[in-house]
């Protein structure tokens, strides 16, 4: 199917745990983004990647990881999760560079 | 540091009326600007945008309007349905100055209820 896909939805993991979030497009688009949402913070960015291995730090990238080795794939590690990254997160890619991103359906992570 | 800020966290219109949603930046760099819509369990989804060169941008229901001076932009639909019910998030860039990877900033969301 094309489009943008998260997995898992939903992930409830441990303190000091690493969980990673998939990212996966079909479009081949150039540029692609992880944003968490969060209430009273709206979606904020964590890192952005312009291309296969290509990758920048966005609003708040401490405590998280991105790798981007194929165009398609986007995945966003936290390396050893805390309470305070419990949050819903969105990939989104884009194919101009402008801010037409297509988003993800997101991913609804609990950290406990 | 909010850069761009929707202070209305919710709104409630009548269904056939007009729904004004707002939207106030601080960064005198953002040069496009956008609006997503977001329905739950959802990724949010692109709605309209408009470029600084631009006060006024209309795509069918929706009118995104752009005063620069006063760092100020609205999302006007009309006629409300209710099925614009939807958390509406307004972004901004500073794409045209930098030329480079569009990093949108959000601000926190509007909720808007369009009622029967």
């Known amino acids: 199917d094309a489009g943008i896909t998260q997995s898992p939805r939903y992930k409830i993991t441990e303190t000091g745990r690493q969980v990673t979030l998939m990212c996966h497009q079909t479009?081949?688009?150039?540029?692609m983004f992880w944003y968490r949402q969060d209430l009273g913070h709206g979606l904020r960015l964590i890192y952005y990647?312009?291309?296969?291995?290509?990758?920048d730090k966005g609003e708040v990238p401490d405590g998280y990881v991105v790798s981007r080795s194929k165009t398609e794939n986007f995945p966003l590690t936290l390396e050893s999760a805390t309470r305070s990254q419990t949050s819903v997160y969105f990939c989104?890619?884009?194919?101009?560079?402008?801010?037409?991103?297509?988003f993800g359906s997101g991913t609804r992570l609990t950290v406990v | 540091d909010q850069q761009v800020k929707q202070n209305s966290p919710s709104l409630s219109v009548q269904e056939g009326r007009i729904s004004i949603l707002n939207c106030d930046y601080t960064?005198?760099?953002?040069?496009?600007f956008l609006w997503y819509k977001k329905y739950p369990a959802e990724g949010p989804t692109f709605l309209i945008s408009?470029?600084?060169?631009?006060d006024k941008n209309e795509d069918g229901r929706f009118t995104v309007f752009l005063n620069k001076s006063a760092k100020h932009l609205s999302l006007h639909i009309v006629p409300s349905q209710p099925g614009d019910s939807a958390v509406y998030f307004c972004?901004?860039?500073?794409?045209?100055?930098?030329?480079?990877?569009?990093?949108?900033?959000f601000g926190t969301g509007t909720r808007l209820q369009v009622m029967l």
């Open positions: 972004a901004a860039s500073d794409l045209l100055n930098t030329g480079t990877a569009s990093k949108l900033t």
């Open positions: 408009i470029s600084s060169i631009k």
């Open positions: 990647s312009a291309a296969a291995d290509i990758t």
């Open positions: 989104a890619s884009s194919e101009f560079n402008r801010g037409g991103y297509t």
């Open positions: 479009w081949s688009h150039s540029y």
């Open positions: 960064n005198s760099m953002f040069d496009y």
